[in-house]
């Protein structure tokens, strides 16, 4: 069974203090890995699409790196507005979509 | 991408009523998901709604307690029927866009049920 699994599952750091986010994944012929930004109150909001391994997509502050088991989801010297929870999909070739449980960041100033 | 607009955005509502959840696309588009996502938990799909034929419903979801219509290519209405306290969650309309950038989300309906 498809399986997605992120951590950690709430991250708190100081504005400027990089980390890394982590999605494991197991699934039947990947199609495609996404990563969405949820703030409070609102519906997830597409980031990234990645589809091999080896594949990086960034955007502003943040890198999406792909590997056969894992993706990462890299913050530099992030901002308090960075602050939300971060989600991994992985689409597999059957296009059934399954979510990870997300990881909640926190940035303090 | 497309605009998704939901309503109702929440609401409070008392144990063995029903609660209907609209959900409008300002473009045309062949099948619509309806998620539930509960605190720390993933999405999970309830079911996928094609335009003129009954809605697939996963494991564990059932027509009789979430009633989808589709009645055009840019609507579909979810009702959670009978509810109770497990009911309560954030309900998600989605639909995929075609460029490789997953699913669009509407911005949820957070359902407390009392």
């Known amino acids: 069974e498809d399986q997605v699994t992120q951590s950690p599952e709430a991250l708190r750091l100081q504005e400027g203090e990089s980390s890394s986010l982590n999605c494991s994944y197991t699934v039947s012929g990947l199609r495609g890995l996404f990563w969405y930004r949820q703030d409070p109150g609102k519906g997830p909001e597409f980031l990234f699409t990645l589809y091999s391994a080896g594949e990086e997509k960034e955007k502003e502050r943040l890198k999406a790196t792909l590997t056969k088991k894992e993706s990462f989801l890299h913050i530099t010297a992030p901002k308090p507005e960075d602050s939300a929870t971060y989600l991994c999909?992985?689409?597999?070739?059957?296009?059934?979509?399954?979510f990870g449980a997300g990881t909640r960041l926190t940035v303090k100033p | 991408s497309a605009v998704i607009s939901q309503k109702p955005s929440r609401d409070i509502c008392q144990r063995g009523t029903s609660l209907t959840i609209q959900c409008q696309v300002d473009?045309?588009?062949?099948?619509m998901f309806w998620y539930r996502q509960q605190p720390g938990q993933s999405l999970t799909l309830i079911a996928t709604a094609n335009q003129g034929s009954e809605a697939t419903y996963e494991s564990g979801f059932v027509i009789d307690k979430f009633p989808i219509s589709r009645p055009n290519l840019t609507f579909s209405t979810l009702t959670v029927s009978n509810m109770s306290p497990e009911d309560s969650s954030i309900y998600l309309c989605s639909v995929e866009e075609g460029t490789g950038r997953g699913y669009t989300f509407g911005s949820g309906t957070r359902l407390t049920v009392v």
């Open positions: 473009s045309q588009v062949t099948m």
């Open positions: 999909a992985v689409q597999a070739n059957n296009n059934d979509m399954r």
